[in-house]
């Protein structure tokens, strides 16, 4: 009888772990504002984020004590440096019925952007994004991770981004899709 009733149980643990779906509804890319940067030139990484209709995503800046601020974590490298912190481009802004502070997000698609100084050659920049959706219509709210990777070289066009979700590959003269 034990043995039916563990069956029973993991069985039904099962089912609603297969049933169970990770919500993702904001899609990041990134790539130089420049192509070809030069040693001691700055440029911005330009991060994109594509959220489906219904969601919004929150911006690097607001009031805190409400949702979760976008946040960019650099791997330290010595092939750049940064330059300030990341800036989010247009966000819309208002204030929070729920929070009762006064927030930034983006719809549809946003923009945030992360001066660079190019210290060599070689500049491989790494790290990870930390944000938080939601959505308008369901009211459900979803944490936003990932890692993002850009390796480029100076006078060269070749540069690679890759998201550890997304796995894309892009030139520092087109912008990811």
Known sequence: ???LIFCFLAILTLSFAANAQKVNPTKWSWALS???PAVGETVDIVFTLKSEKGWHHFATDFDEGGPIIT????????SYELVGKPKSINPIKKKDEVFEVNVAYFEGKGEIRQTIKVLKDNISIEGTHDGQACSDITQQCVPIKGAFKLDAK????????????????????????
């Open 34 to 36: 420049k192509p070809n």
């Open 71 to 78: 946040t960019l974590k650099f791997k330290p490298n010595d």
């Open 154 to 177: 100076t006078g060269t066009a070749a540069a690679t981004t890759t998201d550890a979700t997304v796995k894309k590959k892009a030139t520092t003269s087109q912008k990811s899709q």
């Open 1 to 3: 009888m034990k043995k």
